[in-house]
């Protein structure tokens, strides 16, 4: 449910809240679209268990610029590990909780700035396993004037869905997203349902139905806690991607997509960190560009051939590069074993990267609502 920005405009302290470590305003470059359809401006807050995200942005006339249907005004990224300890704990930690109060506190301070009218802010995993999530969701209220919502999987699997229809390939039938967060992976088998011609003046996005979806208790937040994060070793590798090949066998079993893979009839699309820091490694790029990410086609024995690079890399060594950085330098590796595996097993000949998702999501519904966008994908069912 959107939330009127009078609760924003309440927040206080944020504008005197330098920005977070770890923090940094996405590289929008060319993905600004042409002039607004109107001045309101629509928001929207990803809390996850390892990054706060915000998006603010304007529906735009005309064909969508890179897939969006809007102009963004404004974006915003911080590393605040919200499900630091959680697995050993059960509970949000008090620094956790301050790194993301904090993060939240500068996103409300860009909210009042660009007046936003409209809001929608969630927050995923590590609030819905915590004990303590519902006391942290009441103090981002009384501490940032922001109405936290925690959002169930079936519901971030769907608007993370409608965030990444705009990248599927209206020619193959079939797409599975790959989403690796810090607590959870989600997996998600859409049918692509609209198949007119992608080039064909002010075409939207694919119109898709979520067949069926699975969430892994697999992260690389809780992963890296479990199997080691600074040092790797190989069996400690294996073992990730053991687990989570054990996970989703299920889901593959009832969905039937190493056979639709044969046939050529399935595409791959990953939306996560891990997927975005491969393509950034890939494309040898000094520092981070979404403009050179997002879109991309990582072919998988480069996926491979990366993800054995990075796990052979020291410490110090991942650190060092400009599209891992020291906030993620722990956690790259244990997104690389999940990826891996999810690979093994759906061997695709290619994965498109998404620098986009649940925050494009809520965006393009919160438009909807407001009469200036088409709806998105179908809701998905609860898992069969």
Same mark, same amino acid.
């Given at each position: 449910m959107a939330q009127s920005a009078i609760g924003v405009r309440s927040a206080h302290g944020a504008g005197n809240r330098s920005r977070p470590a770890g923090s940094r305003p996405s590289d929008l470059g060319s993905a600004d679209c042409g002039p607004a359809v109107t001045d309101e401006a629509f928001g929207a807050i990803d809390l996850g268990s390892n990054n706060c995200r915000l998006l603010i942005a304007r529906p735009a006339h005309g064909r969508p610029a890179h897939g969006r249907p809007f102009r963004v005004l404004e974006a915003y990224s911080s590393l605040v590990r919200l499900?630091?300890?959680?697995?050993?704990?059960?509970?949000?930690?008090?620094?956790?909780?301050?790194?993301?109060?904090?993060?939240?506190?500068? =996103?409300?301070?860009?909210?009042?700035?660009?007046?936003?009218?409209?809001?929608?802010?969630?927050?995923?995993?590590? *609030?819905?396993?915590?004990?303590?999530?519902?006391?942290?969701?009441?103090r981002v209220a009384e501490e940032t004037g922001l109405t936290l919502e925690v959002i169930s999987e079936r519901e971030e699997v769907g608007l993370a869905a409608d965030g990444c229809t705009s990248l599927i390939d209206r020619r193959v039938p079939h797409a599975l997203i790959l989403d690796i967060?810090?607590?959870?992976?989600?997996?998600?088998?859409?049918?692509?349902?609209?198949?007119?011609?992608?080039?064909?003046? !002010?075409?939207? !996005?694919?119109?898709?139905?979520?067949?069926?979806?699975?969430?892994?208790?697999?992260g690389v937040v809780n992963f890296s806690e479990r199997f080691g994060g600074r040092e790797v070793t190989p069996s400690a590798y294996r073992a990730m991607k053991e687990e989570v090949r054990g996970a989703v066998i299920d889901f593959e079993k009832r969905n039937g997509l190493r056979q639709l893979l044969r046939q050529r009839k399935v595409q791959l699309i !990953?939306?996560?960190?891990?997927?975005?820091?491969?393509?950034g490694v890939h494309l040898d790029l000094a520092s981070y560009r979404r403009t050179r990410v997002d879109g991309y086609r990582l072919k998988l024995p480069?996926?491979?051939?990366?993800?054995?690079?990075?796990?052979?890399?020291?410490?110090?060594?991942?650190?060092?590069?400009? =599209?891992?950085?020291?906030?993620?330098?722990?956690?790259?590796?244990?997104? *690389?074993?999940?990826?891996?595996?999810? *690979?093994?097993?759906?061997?695709?000949?290619?994965?498109?990267?998404?620098?986009?998702?649940?925050?494009?999501?809520?965006? %393009?519904? %919160?438009?909807?609502?407001?009469?200036?966008?088409?709806? !998105?994908?179908?809701?998905?069912?609860?898992?069969?």
């Open positions: 499900g630091e300890d959680l697995q050993r704990s059960g509970r949000l930690s008090q620094a956790a909780m301050d790194r993301a109060v904090e993060a939240l506190s500068v =996103c409300a301070q860009k909210l009042r700035r660009r007046r936003v009218t409209r809001l929608r802010a969630v927050t995923t995993e590590a *609030c819905r396993r915590a004990a303590n999530g519902d006391d942290f969701v009441r967060g810090g607590g959870s992976t989600e997996i998600s088998h859409l049918a692509v349902e609209d198949h007119g011609d992608p080039d064909a003046p !002010g075409a939207p !996005g694919a119109v898709v139905r979520v067949v069926d979806w699975c969430s892994l208790p697999a !990953g939306t996560s960190g891990t997927v975005t820091t491969l393509a480069a996926v491979r051939a990366i993800s054995a690079r990075i796990s052979a890399m020291s410490y110090g060594e991942r650190a060092a590069q400009g =599209c891992i950085g020291e906030g993620r330098a722990d956690l790259v590796i244990a997104g *690389c074993a999940i990826l891996d595996a999810l *690979c093994d097993l759906w061997p695709a000949s290619a994965l498109r990267v998404a620098d986009r998702g649940l925050r494009e999501g809520i965006l %393009l519904h %919160l438009m909807h609502e407001a009469g200036m966008t088409r709806p !998105g994908a179908t809701q998905p069912e609860a898992p069969r």
